[in-house]
């Protein structure tokens, strides 16, 4: 499959060294910058802010989590308010200057392509301040994937193992001593810029092409999407979600899930806090309704509403996909629902 990216104005690529790529880090962070990294704790690697770029692993397939809480945190305070002694009430805002510059390190071209997906939640209609913010103040460094295992599927999704799509800068291995590196944005030239002196010119003609994983396309996501639309009183909804415990792992691990709950923080003395946390509309909660009806009361009405929303709707309204074929959430499930398996199965449905 050819490979996708996105041109750079900054073409030719560089080229780092691996022994001067932590230098380059440990410059971006001594510069104030946060960094979060894949990190691996007791046999699981997961997205952490480091305190040393001595902790950042690179040999890794897939972490655990997507880096998606860089810019959609797990929870997040929207506002706080105080009562007072009068009846009044004293509110303090969301304050965007509490947000640090970020910098995203070592996530996969499948997760640098969902902040595309969550970029169009979040901006559909009005823009949300909290993500808006966050991803004024984010920088994507991707890495490509040179190794994969049966559980990605990001090229039936149209992505690529060095897909560039969502990166402000991508790294590509090519050998045992250094990257590839393809300078996509501004944003990403200024990070590059805070350790100059460590890049090189590429080699001329070097390709990445053979340094990247091999991930064969396993469905033709265009004819998925056209039989699941036609397929909304279809049986096989109920067959797939037959097993489906409703747990919320595959949208807790998804890179592109945006559902979200609002909860109040409640201090007494009519003070406390508005909070957004995560969600899933995998859960019976998710909307049952005051008076008790709940328009998806079973988990086949849940599981449809799932897969149609990432690969219909978003799609049709937002010109974008809800999945990139990560496969965390076929890692993930408890008891081995695999999505690549029951897309094909749509794919093979006559409708």
């Known amino acids: 499959m050819e490979q996708k990216y996105i041109p750079s104005k900054y073409m030719p690529p560089k080229y780092i060294p691996k022994s001067s790529l932590k230098a380059w880090l440990a410059k971006v962070k001594d510069d104030g910058r946060h960094i979060y990294a894949p990190v ?56 965007p200057n509490d947000i640090p510059d970020t910098v995203v390190f070592g996530l996969h071209p499948c997760d640098a392509a969902a902040f595309k997906s969550l970029s169009g939640i979040f901006s559909w209609g009005a823009k949300d301040r909290p993500f808006d913010e966050r991803m004024k103040r984010v920088t994507l460094v991707g ?13 039936s999704v149209g992505g690529h193992p060095g897909s560039a ?43 990445k092409e053979e340094h990247l994983a091999s991930v064969p396309v396993r469905f033709s996501v265009e004819e998925v999407q056209r039989k699941m639309a036609g397929s909304f009183e279809d049986d096989i909804w109920k067959k797939q979600s037959a097993r489906c415990i409703g747990c919320g792992a595959c949208a807790f691990v998804c890179p592109a899930c945006a559902c979200f709950d609002i909860q109040e923080n409640a201090k007494g003395n009519g003070a406390g806090d508005r909070i957004r946390c995560w969600d899933s509309c995998g859960f019976s909660l998710f909307t049952l309704h005051t008076s008790g009806h709940n328009p998806r009361s079973v988990q086949s009405q849940r599981w449809r509403q799932r897969l149609l929303h990432k690969l219909c709707y978003m799609p049709d309204r937002l010109s974008v996909r809800g999945c990139t074929g990560c496969g965390r959430c076929s890692r993930a499930c408890p008891v081995d629902m695999n999505l690549a398996e029951h897309l094909k199965e749509f794919e093979r449905l006559k409708v």
């Open 165 to 207: 799509e969502g990166s402000d800068i991508l790294l590509t291995a090519v050998g045992n001593d250094g990257y590839l590196v393809e300078i996509i944005t501004d944003r990403g030239q200024a990070l590059v810029e805070k350790g100059a002196d460590l890049f090189e010119a590429a080699a001329a003609g070097v390709s």
């Open 143 to 155: 890495v490509s994937c040179g190794r994969s295992d049966v559980f990605c599927f990001c090229t």
């Open 40 to 95: 691996t704790e007791n046999g699981k690697t997961n997205f952490k802010r480091v305190k040393s770029v001595d902790e950042i692993s690179m040999e890794h397939i897939q972490t655990a989590q997507s880096a998606k809480g860089a810019v959609f945190p797990r929870t997040e305070k929207l506002f706080s308010y105080a009562g007072g002694q009068q009846g009044d009430v004293a509110l303090q805002d969301y304050n």
